[in-house]
């Protein structure tokens, strides 16, 4: 069975702190996909970063960073240096292929609150 | 370049009731997919529409149901509303394969908050 799992329910941080979400994947399969959303309170999911199963190279965007290691099944967000606009909930998503379609599986998501 | 657009923005409906959402996909985009988020949790897959046939469903009733037209709009509809189904409905989209068959990310829409009395 496919899972996601984003034991973190909320985090609060002092503006300029560094962050990390946490995501941990259960899947069968060897080829999948990984995906990071933000949510802002207006509603409307925005991607941030989709990661491919078989490559596991780290990636930095900015303030943004992300360590995937297959090996312990985790996918881990970083904001380095958090900003009041990072408030927001950040949802870890997994993808596989069914049928030739890539339905979306969700965690249940990671309240991040920035305090000024 | 208009992204992914849903109405209405908010709906009340009575138990029993029958509602139906809309949405139109990103310009380019032929997959529409469909996600209920209850309040607290994370969006949970309902189905998944292109070449207007439905050709993924998750674990949702018959109750649940969809359709796309020529132009890649789509339609969520559901019968005999329950006070369960009170959540955000979202609608996403996407082109159906990337670059070597990998698929894309899909685009959210900004949902439509349907709430049951």
């Known amino acids: 069975a496919q899972k996601v799992t984003q034991a973190q329910t909320e985090i609060s941080v002092v503006e300029k702190e560094d962050v990390t979400l946490d995501c941990v994947y259960e899947t069968r399969d060897t080829t999948y996909y990984l995906f990071w959303y933000k949510q802002p309170p207006s509603g409307e999911l925005v991607f941030l970063i989709r990661?491919?199963?078989?490559?596991?190279q780290n990636e930095i965007s900015g303030r943004y960073s992300w360590n995937f290691q297959k090996s312990t099944s985790s996918f881990n967000f970083t904001i380095t240096a958090s900003q009041v606009v990072d408030s927001a909930v950040y949802f870890c998503a997994l993808s596989e292929a069914r049928l030739g379609t890539y339905k979306y599986i969700f965690g249940t998501g990671t309240r991040l609150k920035v305090l000024a | 370049d208009a992204g992914v657009t849903q109405s209405p923005t908010h709906l009340i409906k009575t138990r029993g009731q029958q509602v139906t959402l809309r949405c139109s996909p990103k310009s380019g985009h032929d997959t529409v997919s469909w996600y209920q988020q209850a309040l607290g949790q994370g969006p949970q897959f309902i189905f998944q529409?292109?070449?207007?046939?439905?050709?993924q469903r998750g674990n949702f009733p018959d109750r649940f149901s969809g359709h796309q037209f020529p132009n890649y709009s789509s339609e969520l509809n559901v019968n005999a509303l329950l006070l369960g189904d009170s959540a955000l409905y979202l609608c996403a989209s996407s082109p159906r394969r990337g670059k070597g068959g990998f698929p894309y990310e899909q685009y959210f829409g900004p949902g439509t908050r349907l709430t049951v009395t």
């Open positions: 529409y292109y070449e207007e046939e439905e050709r």
């Open positions: 990661r491919n199963s078989f490559d596991e």
